[in-house]
């Protein structure tokens, strides 16, 4: 496999990231995941954007244009001649002395990597609510994609040790956030609904085109309004896959709904 | 520099963390800060043991044993030749296919770091209570130190904008957690004061010691309860800082006191 690195294409295996990289010892990063679709990344406006996004948040230099960062895309997908797949862009504030308030490095990380996955395969998801731990609603990097992921880790694992292929994560106020990788809509009433961002929400590529498309609207959640649901699905950028129960009660009648069926054509 | 990676004392140039290792693209790991005095690593046993503490709430190996892992502490102490410093242990999940849900991989990466430091000046602080971002009381994280150190930086950086040397992180439900990179005491009443871990505070290694030696007490601790302290301080491992201000306001008289006096003798 070849990646991107700081300005070349590498083989993996001798592609290599420094130890003191704030990355690796602080999750002092970005990150966004695209599908290839055609051997095309897909939405990546979108995920640029936001990337910048998340760049001002944490006050990190992206040390390409938009134009080179989309030419470094193509190239990793190029010289791994993925059709369909993931690629994984990841952004680092780069090696530094220990400590979270050493001086800021020099020069950031930027790393692409690549892989061939069948994307049309999205699954019912049995899922669980998380009881392990919560989205916090009052960091602003529930807003963005950053490398500090445990929180979804632990909820992940959860989740797989409970039976089930996901996990809803509360925030601070008991309300519905999202899912460890994927925001949550459901359907009552007839409309998609889906809870904000301040709830803990990441705005997620996926998410923004499923809300205009359905004409979605945003509200607080909580775990009571699953009940009130005919159907419900989880959306990220590699696809949107159903939500048919949640700690073993049916959504609607557990079975894949017609706002599920109209929200995966625009995949 | 020499680092210790994996089983091997390598020149820090020369040492290789692979561009997927989870540490890097999901902050999936541990760490420890080692205070080093007179040539040898301090407090090993109770860093090690909140290593371990980390290591069954994610659910992580560690790939050495106690006296293992002691031995590769040293090893990195004798070949940078440090006799007063800082050693950082970093332990993360180790190099797997993307996504939070890709399989357990089957080697973690252990890495250790070291450097020569100053540990004797511990300046007076001035804080901030960061408004950006907040401690997650409902997160187990707040109670072991992992790599996913985002929200402490975001503080970090706050507090260098506002023109102070560290930040007080708040909790959820707004009352005070710790500092960045420190526990927090206050003396009310001539009795040192430090917030519970259920209120987002890390278990420091130096907090512990604190705590016995000075009969500390711990309770929810508000904003309003710094105007009513005769002094406070911040411990962590690499020692113990008068904290005089926040927020602009002086705490007791604006000097270092009795108590932090006291506390800085167990160091």
Chains 1, 2 share one sequence.
């Not at 990231?17 to 966004?32: A, K, M, N, S, W």
């Not at 490095?105 to 392990?132: K, M, N, R, Y």
Request: with cysteine; glycine share 10%; hydrophobic share 40%.
């Amino acid at each position: 496999m070849t990646v991107y690195l700081n300005g070349r294409l590498v083989a993996d295996d001798e592609a290599r990231i420094d130890p003191t990289d704030r990355g690796l010892t602080l999750g002092d990063g970005l990150f966004e995941t695209i599908a290839v679709r055609g051997r095309r990344a897909a939405r990546t406006d979108a995920h640029l954007a936001r990337l910048g996004d998340g760049a001002e948040v944490i006050r990190l230099a992206i040390p390409l244009a938009g134009d080179e960062l989309k030419e470094a895309l193509q190239d990793v997908i190029e010289a791994n001649a993925i059709d369909e797949g993931v690629l994984r862009l990841t952004l680092t504030r780069g090696p530094a002395p220990r400590g979270l308030w050493s001086p800021v490095p020099a020069q950031p990380t930027l790393l692409i990597t690549g892989a061939c996955q069948d994307l049309t395969s999205q699954e019912p998801v049995p899922a669980v609510i998380a009881t392990t731990t919560r989205r916090n609603e009052h960091s602003p990097l529930s807003g963005i994609k950053s490398t500090s992921c445990l929180d979804g880790i632990l909820a992940a694992r959860e989740a797989a040790k409970r039976g089930a292929n996901d996990a809803l994560l509360l925030n601070g106020a008991g309300n519905l956030a999202e899912a460890t990788a994927a925001n949550l809509f459901v359907v009552i009433d007839g409309g998609a609904v889906t809870p904000p961002v301040d709830d803990g929400a990441m705005p997620g590529v996926m998410r923004a085109d499923v809300f205009r498309v359905l004409s979605a609207t945003e509200r607080t959640l909580g775990p009571a309004d699953l009940s009130s649901a005919s159907e419900a699905f989880l959306t990220n950028s590699l696809g949107i896959r159903p939500l048919t129960a949640v700690d073993r009660e049916p959504i609607g009648d557990g079975n894949p709904g017609p706002v599920t069926a109209e929200a995966r054509k625009i995949v």
